[in-house]
T-cell receptor
């Protein structure tokens, strides 16, 4: 089956630094990728939708200058948390929708646990 | 905006018991999915239902899509500790539209 690789799995950083999270579709082309944020034992909150070669669409309340998303190719999307602060600590997950698959089919990455000190 | 209400939010049961998780909305969905997620990992798709009244079985798990395609349920028979996890329902209003996730049900099955 299709695989989405998310890297890193976890990251600890100092307050004020920027952190980049990568989401790669390994064996399919991802036309659309989604980025979510999740707090412990809670559901996924959609942050933004990115389509290859165009600007990401952010959900209401998500700061686009804070969470930079780049979807430069059909196999890679990145989320950069700029000037991270402790309140940005969370579990971030990406998912991808691919060419040739049913529209409802989403493939999820394994998530990135971000801890900002 | 679609809203998916999932209940219960937390459920702690003993091994061998049965349970049902509900996912309800006032909106009609073209499809509805159920996921299971373990700590520190991404959600794993369990099933997709697309037809009103549809029932799908996956070993001890039974999934049902309401006739009006506004609600769904997940029933687990003889729960096992390995069933412990966060169960999420997610619906798409139209084919190809983004998924709306329910609030999740944290299930703990005690040995």
């Amino acid at each position: 089956g299709a695989v989405v690789s998310q890297h890193p799995s976890w990251v600890i950083c100092k307050s004020g630094t920027s952190v980049k999270i990568e989401c790669r579709s390994l064996d399919f082309q991802a036309t659309t990728m989604f980025w979510y944020r999740q707090f412990p034992k809670q559901s996924l909150m959609l942050m933004a939708t990115s389509n290859e070669g165009s600007k990401a669409t952010y959900e209401q309340g998500v700061e686009k200058d804070k969470f930079l998303i780049n979807h430069a190719s059909l196999t890679l999307s990145t989320l950069t948390v700029t000037s991270a602060h402790p309140e940005d600590s969370s579990f971030y997950i990406c998912s991808a929708k691919g060419l040739g698959f049913a529209n409802e089919k989403l493939f999820f990455g394994s998530g990135t646990q971000l801890s900002v000190l | 905006t679609q809203l998916l209400e999932q209940s219960p939010q937390f459920l702690s049961i003993q091994e061998g018991e049965n349970l049902t998780v509900y996912c309800n909305s006032s909106s009609v969905f073209s499809s509805l999915q159920w996921y299971r997620q373990e700590p520190g990992e991404g959600p794993v798709l369990l099933v997709t239902v697309v037809t009103g009244g549809e029932v799908k079985k996956l070993k001890r798990l039974t999934f049902q899509f309401g006739d009006a395609r506004k609600d769904s349920s997940l029933h687990i028979t003889a729960a096992q500790p390995g069933d412990t996890g966060l169960y999420l329902c997610a619906g798409a209003e139209t084919s190809g539209s983004r998924l709306t996730f329910g609030e999740g049900t944290q299930l703990t099955v005690n040995p």
